[in-house]
Nanobody, 115 residues
Framework: QVQLVESGGGLVQPGGSLRLSCVAS???????????IKWYRQAPGKEREWVAD????????DYADAAKGRFTIARDNARRTAYLQMNTLKPDDTAVYYC?????WGQGTQVTVSS
């Protein structure tokens, strides 16, 4: 059974940083390594939006305009883990952040950016 668990969220002041993690279980190294990984977020009252994704090898990366230059996506296939490093956080980044692997979703981790 596939399970994704996000962590690393919290309350941070504007300009601060957080590193989110997404640990996958139910995959072998081989099966995890063939999928792209995507991060999404959903702010209160808004639809879920795509933030970033990374190719199976980890070489290809793409970001939403709101994330470019501030967020970095990474993965460690041996650890079945994906990361989202978020720097220079803004109040508009406040949302629940989710990872997605092969159309499987985690429960999300709350990020709140506020002074």
């Amino acid at each position: 059974q596939v399970q994704l668990v996000e962590s690393g969220g919290g309350l941070v002041q504007p300009g601060g940083s957080l590193r989110l993690s997404c640990v996958a279980s139910g995959f072998t190294f081989s099966t995890f390594s063939i999928y792209s990984i995507k991060w999404y977020r959903q702010a209160p009252g808004k639809e879920r939006e795509w933030v970033a994704d990374i190719s199976p090898s980890g070489i290809g990366k793409d970001y939403a305009d709101a994330a470019k230059g501030r967020f970095t996506i990474a993965r460690d296939n041996a650890r079945r883990t994906a990361y989202l490093q978020m720097n220079t956080l803004k109040p508009d980044d406040t949302a629940v952040y989710y990872c997605n692997v092969n159309n499987n979703w985690g429960q999300g981790t709350q990020v709140t950016v506020s002074s």
